[in-house]
């Protein structure tokens, strides 16, 4: 009977939330900094001030990553405990996996393009003619499906897409049907061999080539057709060999990672560590939680981190999230912030998915950025955080009570 009271410990675990929505908001900032400097590319070169614009966040976009492959193995492992889903092929529980996370995704995804076609028309965004806003829309079809970070996008403008950021949510989507296949083909030989082995590997020539996160670049064994780092370019006729997407690689990777934390936490979690223990694990998390909110917002300065270094602090700000040991996660966990960070949090992939058009608006709607009239970066940035946390929550409030309502009935 004594025990009883600790039942209040099964309350949703909110540090992760928290996590992911600072780590959304950091991602509008970088290419909030990144459109500013788009719109002065022309004859008399960049105009921006030279503040920071949280240029480190796109490196920890790993976080997200890493959660998706994490929750992919617990659904997988929730599912197991059905012995009539466990006599399904391999081929149908991936379909059925990724088809429920294409139905989630899907209606804001959408919405996500339509939003970039309304404020790519003649009236929000001038440099796009009526014919060229029609084009880039057909051209859009494979997008609007979900295909975009296997390279079948719009070719676009000078904003490269009608919202070139939700090539992650496609890769996110066909990343994990493959994943999940192996793991309901052989979980052992996926979790024990494939996972830690492409993870290791794959990690070492990422990191070794300085390969970066673009959906615009291409690398076919070990050769960039990119001009700097993997940002820009694509394949073409001169391309050596058949090769992959480097979001598709860097989304690969993030997931793997997750995968594997899952592994490890649970083989962890039920372990009774000492005061020193969790004194040990909060120290740890504090400094890992500092160096990779300084690096996101102030990179490349005094902290001047590899990229490897910054990947492992993204493990461990998140994995010491999921086990849920130390000081700083329990702080986070408090029953009075508890259902705050968890909305927060459920608006993390709202708000990447429609930030960047709504940057693009909120920088037109300022008037042209020259070199008379450079824009501070913190005016384009806090309108456009606000419009889309409002633009969030109306929209989820709406899917919730209207699609998302009937797929849970």
Known sequence: ????????????????????????????????????????????????????????????????????????????????????????????????????????????????????????????????????????????????????????????????NLNGTLWFISAIIIVGYFLYWGLCKNEDFMAGIIAPFIFVFLSGWWAFTGTRAAQTAWSTLGLQTASTNGMGGSATDATAFIGFNNGLLYVMLGMLGGMLLYYLIQKIKDHEFTYFGETLLTILNLVSAILLIWYTVYQPTWFNLDRWTVALLCILVIGLSLLNKDALTKALNNKVTNKLLECLGSLSLYIYMLHYPIAILVLRMLGENTKATIYSFWIVFIPTVLLTIIFSVVLKLILDSTIYKKKKA
């Open 1 to 160: 009977m004594p025990k009883a009271k600790k039942e209040v410990a099964k309350e949703k675990n909110v540090a992760i939330e928290f996590w992911r929505f600072l780590i959304a908001i950091a991602i509008i900032g970088f290419h909030t900094g990144w459109i500013i400097a788009r719109s002065c590319n022309g004859k008399n070169g960049f105009y921006m001030e030279t503040s920071n614009w949280f240029f480190g966040s796109s490196e920890v976009l790993l976080i997200f990553t890493l959660t998706a492959g994490y929750f992919m193995v617990s659904h997988f492992k929730k599912r197991s405990q059905d012995k009539k889903y466990l006599e399904r092929s391999a081929s149908s529980r991936a379909c059925e996996y990724t088809w429920s996370r294409i139905k989630g995704l899907m209606p804001v995804l959408i919405i996500g393009y339509v939003l970039g076609v309304i404020i790519s028309t003649k009236f929000f965004y001038p440099d796009y003619s009526f014919q060229q806003v029609c084009s880039m829309i057909i051209n859009s079809a494979w997008e609007f499906l979900g295909f975009h970070s296997v390279g079948l996008r719009s070719a676009g403008g000078e904003f490269f």
